[in-house]
C-alpha cells in the first residue's frame, strides 16, 4: 500500500470506507468462508466444551485441561482460515475477472483493494476470536489471561499469527491466476499448519521431538505456543514471536515482489 491511512484525505478515507464496506458485504453473501472461519471453531468449542472430560485438569498436560489447551488452537485456526480461505479466493478471483485491471483505470489506486481484504480478514477474526473467548469463558468456564502482561502477551501474538497468516495468503493470492488454482495452493498450506496448530492433536501428546521441533518454527505453531502460555500465565519467550516476526517479513517481502496485476 503506497499511502497510509493516517496521510488519506478525508474524501479519500470515504471512499476507502466504501471499498470496506462493500467487500464485507461480499464476504456476507458467501457463507462458506465465514462457516469455515467462525463456525466451524465455534462448533469445535462447543462439542468439546460439553464433554466433561474434556474439561477436567490432566496431569500429563500440566495441570490445565484439553479444553484451555485446544481454545488456543481454535483461536489460531480462525486467523488461518480467514488469510488462507477468503482472502487467497477473492483477491485470485478479481484478477481472472479483470477487476484489478480495470481498478487500475479508476482513480482508486488498485492496492487499497488489498488494504481492503486485510481490513476485512483482520475484522472477520477478530469477531471470530470474540465469539470463541466469550463463548468459552461464559459458558465453559475458559480460564483468560487474567494479568495485563498476559493480555498484552495475547494480543501482540494475534497480530503477529494474523499478520503471518494474512501475508501467506497474499503469497498465494500473488501467484495464483484463479480461485482453483488459489484453492489447490491453499490445501498444501492449510491443513499441514492446522496440524502443527494442534488442530488434530495436541502436538504435546503426540511425544515426538521432530514434529515440536517444526511446529516451533511454522506460524501456527508459534502462535500457539505464544498463546498457551499467555493463557497458562507464564513466559512464551522471545522465540515464538520472533518466528512471527521473520514469517511476518518474508511473506510481505514475497507477495510484493510476485503479486501482479493482471
Known amino acids: ?64 485441561s484439553f479444553f484451555d489447551l485446544y481454545v488456543p488452537t481454535l483461536m489460531v485456526f480462525v486467523l488461518i482460515a480467514v488469510g488462507l480461505t477468503g482472502l487467497p479466493q477473492q483477491l485470485s478471483s478479481y484478477r481472472q475477472q479483470g477487476v484489478l485491471r480495470r481498478m487500475s483505470t479508476t482513480p482508486v489506486p488498485p492496492a487499497w483493494l488489498l488494504a481492503a481484504q486485510t481490513t476485512v480478514s483482520l475484522i472477520l477474526a477478530a469477531i471470530g476470536i470474540a465469539i470463541l473467548l466469550g463463548a468459552g469463558a461464559g459458558a465453559y468456564g475458559l480460564a483468560l489471561p487474567h494479568d495485563a502482561g498476559g493480555d498484552i502477551l495475547s494480543v501482540v501474538a494475534l497480530l503477529l499469527t494474523a499478520a503471518a ?82 514469517w511476518v517479513i518474508v511473506c ?8 501482479r496485476w493482471e
Do not use: C, W
Request: glycine share 12%; charged share 10%; aromatic share 8%.
Open 1 to 64: 500500500m503506497s499511502t497510509s491511512a493516517l496521510t488519506l484525505t478525508p474524501r479519500q478515507r470515504r471512499a476507502f470506507g466504501l471499498l470496506v464496506a462493500g467487500e464485507i458485504k461480499i464476504a456476507i453473501r458467501r457463507p462458506v468462508g465465514l462457516l469455515v472461519a467462525i463456525g466451524i471453531p465455534f462448533a469445535l468449542l462447543v462439542i468439546f466444551g460439553s464433554i466433561p472430560a474434556t474439561t477436567r485438569p490432566e496431569p500429563a498436560l500440566g495441570g490445565i
Open 252 to 259: 510481505s517481502l514475497a507477495a510484493a515482489r510476485l503479486f
Open 165 to 246: 497468516t494474512i501475508g501467506l495468503g497474499l503469497v498465494v493470492a500473488a501467484v495464483a491466476k484463479s480461485p482453483q488454482i488459489a484453492g489447490a495452493i491453499t490445501a498444501l498450506f492449510f491443513y499441514p499448519l492446522a496440524f502443527f496448530s494442534g488442530l488434530y492433536v495436541p502436538v504435546q501428546e503426540i511425544h515426538s521431538q521432530l514434529i515440536t521441533d517444526i511446529a516451533k518454527v511454522l506460524p501456527t505453531g508459534a502462535g500457539f505456543n505464544a498463546l498457551h502460555a499467555a493463557f497458562g500465565g507464564q513466559s512464551p519467550g522471545v522465540l515464538p514471536f520472533l518466528v512471527l516476526v521473520g
